[in-house]
């Protein structure tokens, strides 16, 4: 569909001719220094901490800047495809009933490019293309009618169930190419992950539209990594010494965003749990980012709900890894694990092995075997955690509990229909009473892990004190 140019200022550069490209407005200049950075995979770097000021006058001083901008404004790096090849003709007729006319014989070359993202996830039906089980490419099939002069080419599109296995192949192809293009393009700028806007928005109106969403999202934050190197062996600047603002607003100062590794090889050790710790937070940060309801809320209310809720989340999170990788204990990231087997847990150094041990066992047996006897789904989990994540705090203000409580509210009414879809009247409201119950679970640890948490940060136990440990669990038992 062509773009119709219209009177607009270029959001990038502030240049007053602007027009929509790759999904939001800009000049032909900003449009294509974003196309040849996108093309050439190009990687720019500012001398002056990301914070240069991009207008049209000097908008080539920083490029790094000026591409920051570009994706903040909304520019889409997935819309820009490679040079497409031309159809080889051997005769091109004129048209008929505004249809075109080809030869019997034509040669085509096709040219493979990234899909475009969809505006929103797709619904379960809605969707007007077909996933070749071969490629990740959409496909359309062409249908012909005969004619006593010539063939008129009739193009169709199927439409698209999102069933099962398919959903799932057309998710997971699509999250891997989003990752590697987006990948190309990230600035390590410190900033969350959901800014990078990778994933698009759910449907509201659409309850699979809305934990494909979700489920999309866990994945994004479990395989997006900016190094290969481990967080937990290879020597990596971690620090603890953020505020709880500063936290969201920079995670990345915690730790690097290294390959998760949710695989149980090694025991935990104690100098690696400041380690663990950091990469952990900034795994939720990142998955918080994702929220939309976040945007809602005053500021002092979004750095108290995630602040308050970063626990219960967090265990929540590394429970259901556990159960997905088959860890005989809890998976904690970069390779290593908390035992079940008590023999192993007698190799585990003594020093952390008391603050650990109680919440793991309490974990174990109240919300993994559980979740093991009624196969909680990924996406069941998907929305749970969100419903976790949207508990009531009495810090609040009036505003932010009435935005969490629609929140609730909102995912609540999207698990019960994503049941009500595989279940029967009676088995739906066995099954959500079953995944509900896991909640209060959590509840429990969380406090577990407060008091826990709150005595090795006083004492320094496995270098666990830092302004962001004490802001979270000193000051809250305060």
Known sequence: MLEISTAKICLVCGDPKA????????????????RRSIRGNAQYFC??????????????SCKACRMKKCIDVGLHPLLVHDDRKLYKRRKKKEALNNNFELDDEREEEQCISPPSPPTTIPPPSTASMTLSPSSDIPSTSFASSSSTSAK????????????????????????????????????????PLGKAKIIPHFDIHDFQSITNYYVLVEKLVDNFYETGLNHIIDNLQCSLELGVEEAFENPRKMSPRTKIDWEGRSLIETPSLNRVYCRLFLHYIDWTSHIPEINQMLDQDWNQLIFARSVPCLWMMLCQRSIIYGTNGISLSGGIYFPLDEKEQAQINTTAMPFLKKICILLMEEFIQPAKAINLTQSEYAILRVLCFFTAETKLSPGGREIVRRARNFYRNTLVQHIREKYSSNE???????????????????????????????????????????????????
């Open 19 to 34: 027009s929509k490209h790759y999904g939001s407005f800009c000049c032909s200049g900003c449009k294509g220094f974003f």
């Open 47 to 60: 001398c002056f901490k990301n914070e240069c000021k991009v207008q049209q006058v000097f908008r080539n």
């Open 152 to 191: 008129t080419i009739v193009v169709k599109q199927e439409k698209r169930t999102f069933k099962h296995h398919e959903q799932e192949m057309y998710c997971d192809a699509w999250l891997e190419l989003a990752i590697k293009a987006n990948k190309q393009l990230w600035i390590p700028n410190y900033c």
């Open 428 to 478: 739906t409201a066995n099954r959500v009473s079953e995944i509900l119950s896991i909640l209060p679970i959590l509840e429990i640890a969380s406090r577990i892990a407060n008091d826990e948490f709150c005595f090795m940060t006083l004492f320094n136990v496995a270098e666990m004190q830092g302004k962001l440990t004490y802001d979270l669990y000193v000051k809250k038992a305060l």
